[in-house]
């Protein structure tokens, strides 16, 4: 019978593609929060990796991403043994304004008093994505309005003023 690799900790690929179900893996990511469940899935028929182990918010039931193919064997030989595996965001990178595309780490272990502690988010990535809170339009430095007016009087004015010109 196969046993849990003693690595914990695992980067997940593919976070910038889009689910079966449309969702947007980066979208999902953006709502994410370091300790936040996750859920392995193997994905014997996965046409890139017979050993393919898929990661599954566990609230919102949306992928966020494949655990890398160099660390799937073990994982999955565990998996089909019917070895219980538990986890849990462990890091979510990116998200800066100079690199916007989230990247995650999973801790995964058999029993949740073997987590380790999360990486909390950088204050960078709180300001720039998360939260319903952070996102926040851009100011914009002129209106249209004023511009798109601005335009109308001066081409109405040329109107005018080619009419009554005698």
């Not at 919102?60 to 073990?74: N, S």
């Amino acid at each position: 019978m196969s046993k849990l690799p003693r690595k914990q900790i695992f980067d997940l690929v593919g976070e910038n593609q889009l689910n079966s179900d449309g969702s947007y893996r980066q979208k999902i990511l953006q709502r994410c929060l370091p300790g936040a469940r996750v859920e392995i899935f193997r994905e014997p028929e996965n046409q890139y990796d017979k050993d393919a182990i898929y990661v599954v918010l566990s609230e919102a039931k949306q992928g966020i991403g494949y655990i890398a193919r160099a660390d799937t064997a073990l994982l999955a030989a565990a998996l089909d043994a019917g070895i219980s595996i538990k986890g849990r965001i462990h890091e979510l990178t990116g998200g800066l304004e100079d690199y916007e595309n989230f990247g995650c780490r999973i801790c995964i272990v058999a029993s949740d008093k073997d987590f380790r502690n999360v990486l909390p988010l950088k204050p960078e990535q709180i300001h720039y994505e998360h939260a319903p809170r952070w996102r926040e339009p851009k100011v914009k430095s002129h209106t249209p309005k004023a511009s798109t007016q601005k335009a109308k009087s001066g081409l109405l004015s040329a109107i005018f003023s080619g009419l009554f010109k005698k």
